[in-house]
T-cell receptor
Framework: AQSVTQLDSHVSVSEGTPVLLRCNYSSSYSPSLFWYVQHPNKGLQLLLK??????LVKGINGFEAEFKKSETSFHLTKPSAHMSDAAEYFC?????????????FGSGTRLLVRP | DGGITQSPKYLFRKEGQNVTLSCEQNLNHDAMYWYRQDPGQGLRLIYYSQIVNDFQKGDIAEGYSVSREKKESFPLTVTSAQKNPTAFYLC???????????FGPGTRLTVT
């Protein structure tokens, strides 16, 4: 069975400092991994996705994530936080062998950016 | 301008009433999904449909019903049997060529 664990429910950084949001996954097959961002009372926007190509994935707004199979991790990083990055971030896994293409969501990490 | 629309943005109902949430997409996507989001939790799958006139239960289907009569529409009915209907509901769609899902803006349902 697939699962996703986001290791921090809240992360607080100062504007201009690096961001690290941690995610570990469990998947029996070949996983697709995603990071989505949600601003308050909005839908979800895809930041980036990994689908068995390059292990370092670059996304929108300067975010990137590295797939580490040996550590079953897919942490999200950004070199320099901006106030507009304050939002909820979800790590998501999907099984490429599952024809339903269901997404399994982590519980989310709320990123706070201090001025 | 392609995308997914959900209406209304906010919905208020009395306990014991059924309510239907709208989801429309003009992306020509084959598959559509309904999720429920509660505070401090990730999204949980209610129902999904991969083709017209066919749908499957997700992880928390009890108290909900759906229909898929048209490719572009996937309405969700929250019935009076749903014990805790107050939540944020998100609709998503997916093209047949990818497992990436595109999300609508959501409907916040409050039942009192």
């Amino acid at each position: 069975a697939q699962s996703v664990t986001q290791l921090d429910s809240h992360v607080s950084v100062s504007e201009g400092t690096p961001v690290l949001l941690r995610c570990n996954y469990s998947s029996s097959y070949s996983p697709s991994l995603f990071w989505y961002v949600q601003h308050p009372n909005k839908g979800l926007q895809l930041l980036l996705k990994y689908t068995s190509a390059a292990t370092l994935v670059k996304g929108i707004n300067g975010f990137e994530a590295e797939f580490k199979k040996s550590e079953t991790s897919f942490h999200l990083t950004k070199p320099s936080a901006h106030m507009s990055d304050a939002a909820e971030y979800f790590c998501v896994v999907s099984d490429l062998e599952d024809s339903s293409y269901k997404l399994i969501f982590g519980s989310g990490t709320r990123l706070l950016v201090r001025p | 301008d392609g995308g997914i629309t959900q209406s209304p943005k906010y919905l208020f109902r009395k306990e014991g009433q059924n309510v239907t949430l709208s989801c429309e997409q003009n992306l020509n996507h084959d598959a559509m999904y309904w999720y429920r989001q509660d505070p401090g939790q990730g999204l949980r799958l209610i129902y999904y449909s991969q083709i017209v006139n066919d749908f499957q239960k997700g992880d928390i289907a009890e108290g909900y019903s759906v229909s898929r009569e048209k490719k572009e529409s996937f309405p969700l009915t929250v019935t009076s049997a749903q014990k805790n209907p107050t939540a944020f509901y998100l609709c998503a769609s997916r093209t047949g060529k990818s497992n990436e899902q595109y999300f609508g803006p959501g409907t916040r349902l409050t039942v009192t």
